[in-house]
């Protein structure tokens, strides 16, 4: 079993940028896969980037390509999402959430999950 502690969000104006980070417990790390998942208001949670345990494959929503970076740290537990150039749109809640599976899209393909941290980007 793994528990997730998203840090990082907050207030940043258009155009700005914000590193999010995902500390994980227990000693398995290394085995899951991890995902950035976003809620914005109104709308349902959706994938925004995924790396695979062995940091083989990334994918990213063509909503935060070119935009959104992330990665991970194995050492430390924990997995990133960069975001750079933020727009508006980009306001949510972002949830971090891992799996033992390989590649998942899918948001009930996820077994665990983070409280998420808010994200807000002004205009």
């Known amino acids: 079993q793994v528990q997730l502690v998203e840090s990082g969000g907050g207030l940043v104006q258009a155009g700005g940028s914000r590193r999010l980070s995902c500390a994980a417990s227990?000693?398995?790390?290394?085995?899951?896969?991890m995902a950035w998942f976003r809620q914005a208001p109104g709308k349902e949670r959706e994938l925004a980037a995924l790396?695979?345990?062995?940091?083989?494959?990334?994918y990213y929503a063509d909503s935060v390509k070119g935009r959104f970076t992330i990665s991970r740290d194995d050492a430390k537990n924990t997995v990133y999402l960069q975001m750079n150039s933020l727009k508006p749109e980009d306001t949510a809640i972002y949830y971090c959430?891992?799996?033992?599976?390989?590649?998942?899209?899918?948001?009930?393909?996820?077994?665990?999950w983070g409280q998420g941290t808010q994200v807000t980007v002004s205009s």
């Open positions: 790396i695979t345990w062995d940091g083989g494959y990334l």
């Open positions: 227990g000693r398995t790390f290394s085995s899951y896969s």
């Open positions: 959430a891992a799996t033992l599976a390989n590649i998942r899209y899918k948001r009930y393909e996820y077994q665990y």
